[in-house]
């Protein structure tokens, strides 16, 4: 079920963008954490507390066990053996108590941080234009404020700490390791740069898979958005079969991405350990050679072959160091999958937070006005490759009653999308009271013009609420007023509790029809000057109509409407009718002019013809 061309929700998004400098998206993450760098320094204090009590807590094994191997009494041995403990044991707890003061810290500092990046992606959106919407897929958004930010919060919350831990701990172990036997440091330190080869090899493959997966999860979480908004549609037209061989192709395609992204950054890990088993290893025996070595006085007293003197104790502790040594690299490499997953995540937050905002070319400021609205010579085009609007001119004087009729894709939508500025006009322009719009502020344009769509919307909250979303400062009489006058006060009276009745799920307790209703009377309590009706009756049966028919008359009085519909029986008392084709007007006039032409107007409303 592939969604048809702009403007319409649920259009695919085929970008294919290239992945941003790391360092630049790295630098603007850490911006969010800024406001905390106080707790931030008290957390990374905390993990140097913690990763030091590790390194003296290991290296007190060396005495500890050089005095168990030495010739003093067994009560000696025993009571340095208890000492030796207790001071390990007071390390420790102190480590403990750094790690838990440090992860409270960055769990907080990690959330105040997804906080403001919501905070900042949601406010974007509210600036983006129609356009914007109307050529991405509404699941791969949604996506962006889930899956994506939620791999940024899990880098911020841990991965970051454990990436300065384990930095810490691989200078520290080195440091010590140095300190003990330099000799064999040196024959562990050759094996790093390897290490490190590998895991920079392997992090520059995943990397760009990562962002494909990240791309993929978006696709995928779009097309089920649409297809269970639509699942009406794809029940009646029996579509399921369809439908599941294009979720299992896109499917499959985020299975493929994941594959390579995990596998690439899973093995990481592995491949890591391997190295580290081969070094343990490595430093085990050339270690017992060094002591045996010493054991039989192979080393002269002093001078430079004297350090590489090693004892029990020594020994002991440096394999421990060398274990110490590959756990932070293993460690790094392993977030490493974390880090490109969250990098790639944030990409894409950052590019709807950079995608261009709603152009507000207008600094006037409009009220009180009478609603004289002139389409002059307007052409327009979604795209250069086709134009939509063709040298359109249009004139509404205040109060009349504009109608637009034509096939589907003639235009219609077009004008009223130009006239609440949602597009930019290409060429020609339109005023209000003499104003061009281009200069007109456009909040207090919208302000000016009450809009009643063919898709309904309700959000979440009362009846009441969802009717003074068209003028929030209305009093609750003035909220029930305008039910009237849409003829919805009826049926809100029948509803369980009345207007506090709470609706959910886009009012799915109620008939299309009376969702309906509740649009037209939002736009009623509206004191907008100017009307747009886009086939808002189109959803609704016969009936139904009529009774919106009576409160469309009162709504419209001394407001300049436009409407757009494909019942002509509603239009006949209208002002004016203009019937377009292509993108033309080609027939202009009231109901009873355009009947005595016996042109495209006359076919339509006797039925010789019918609208595409």
Known sequence: MPPMGPPGKGRQNTDTRKPKNTGVVIKRLMSYLKPDRFRIALAFLCVLISASSNLAGSYMLKPIINNLVSNVSVQEKIMSLITGLGIMAVIYLLGVIATFVQMRTMISVSQNA???????????????????????????????????????????????????????????????????NIWLSIVTIVVAPIMAKVGTTIASKSRKHFVKQQEALGKVNGYIEETVTGQKVVKVFCHE????????KLNDDLKNMQIKAQFLGGIMGPCMNAMSQVNYTLTASVGAILVIMGRLGKFAAGGFSSLAALDIGGLTVFVN??????????????????????????????????????????????QNIKGDVVVDHVTFGYNSEKTILKDISIYAHPGQKIALVGSTGAGKTTITNLITKFYNINKGKITIDGIDIKDIDNSSLRENIAVV???????????????????????????????????????????PNGYDTVLEGDGANLSQGQRQLLNIARAALSKAP???????????????????????????????????????STIRNADAIMVLENGEIIERGTHDELLLKKGRYYELYTGLKELD
């Open 114 to 180: 997804l906080v403001k990046i919501r905070a900042d992606l949601f406010e974007k959106l509210q600036k983006l234009p129609i356009r914007y919407f109307d050529t991405n897929n509404t699941g791969d958004i949604m996506s962006r404020f889930t899956n994506d930010v939620d791999t940024i919060g899990e880098m911020l919350n841990s991965t970051l700490v454990q990436i300065i831990s384990g930095t810490v701990s691989l200078v520290g172990t080195v440091a010590l390791m140095l300190y003990t």
């Open 241 to 248: 079969n369809k439908i599941i061989e294009e979720f299992s």
């Open 321 to 366: 160091f060398s274990r110490q040594f590959s756990r932070p690299i293993n460690e790094l490499a392993q977030q490493l999958t974390i880090v490109m997953s969250a990098l790639a995540g944030a990409e894409r937050v950052f590019e709807v937070m950079d995608s261009q905002p709603e152009k507000n070319t207008g600094k006037i400021k409009i």
């Open 453 to 495: 769509l063919q898709d309904t919307h309700l959000f979440t909250g009362t009846v009441m609420e969802n009717i003074r979303y068209g003028r929030l400062d209305a009093t609750d009489d003035e909220v029930i007023s305008a039910a009237v006058t849409a003829n919805a006060d009826n049926f809100i009276k029948h509803l």
């Open 530 to 568: 100017i009307l747009v009706l886009d086939e808002a009756t189109s959803s609704v049966d016969t009936r139904t109509e009529r009774h919106i028919n009576e409160g469309m008359d009162a709504l419209m009085k001394n407001r300049t409407t436009f409407v757009i519909a494909h019942r002509l």
